[in-house]
């Protein structure tokens, strides 16, 4: 029998991580953890309850309901929707860049790979949460690329917002994770760089999968 491995995908916004993590997940049979949705929720609750929150972590449950299209709850209700809204795609960065937020969040996200068998997206996971994953895999892509790809995330939501937003926006997002003290967004030394600019989506999920059965023969 296999053995099973974790697998770690960082990247900047857009990069197309989630979406790529998701394929490969279930493609192998393990377990998928959103990060980002993550930070989303805390971020949610931020903006609904302010500062405080930020003091009383440890009060705040996310859980995933992966039988109905991977939902997620926070603290029971389902923020699904909510968390991918301009107000908190705006706040998240600032959020994410708190000390106790991320101390809390990397604890939680640490706990979850601990049976290994798990892809988990982000930005600090091959650095920070799972330093010693067995593959760490680092996408990127041209800002307008991923502004272009969230643009039809966006308008499948039912959004306004225009190319030019999103671009502005991404670049902003890749100064704000790639200077922080905590965590900066940076590819770890033996992950492996992909640059899915112009790539499609199967021809990454594969590019991985073969890594990572590689990886798995190896165990």
Do not use: C, H
């Not at 971020?43 to 939902?71: A, C, H, M, P, W």
């Not at 330093?131 to 690329?145: G, H, I, R, T, Y």
């Not at 021809?203 to 023969?217: W, Y």
């Amino acid at each position: 029998m296999d053995k099973k491995i974790n697998i770690a995908i960082d990247g900047p916004a857009a990069a197309g991580k989630s979406t790529i993590s998701k394929r490969v997940a279930e493609r192998l049979g393990y377990i998928y953890i959103d990060t980002g949705a993550m930070y989303r929720a805390v971020t949610l609750l931020y903006i609904e309850k302010g500062k405080d929150i930020i003091d009383s972590l440890e009060d705040v449950e996310i859980t995933f309901k992966r039988e109905d299209g991977n939902r997620v709850l926070l603290n029971g209700r389902d923020v699904t929707e909510e968390i991918r809204s301009e107000s908190v795609t705006s706040k998240v960065s600032e959020v994410s860049s708190f000390e106790a937020v991320r101390s809390y969040l990397v604890s939680m996200q640490q706990k979850l790979g601990l049976d290994k068998g798990v892809v988990m997206d982000g930005r600090d996971i091959g650095t920070t949460v799972l330093p010693d994953a067995e593959l760490k895999v680092f996408m990127q892509a041209s800002p307008k690329v991923r502004a272009e790809r969230r643009l039809a995330e966006e308008r499948a939501r039912g959004s306004s917002i225009d190319l030019e937003q999103l671009t502005a926006q991404i670049i902003k997002r890749d100064e704000l994770d790639m200077n922080r003290e905590i965590s900066p967004l940076v590819k770890a030394e033996d992950a492996v760089l992909l640059d899915t600019t112009d790539m499609t989506i199967a021809e990454v999920e594969d590019f991985i999968l073969e890594i990572a059965q590689n990886k798995i023969g190896e165990e």
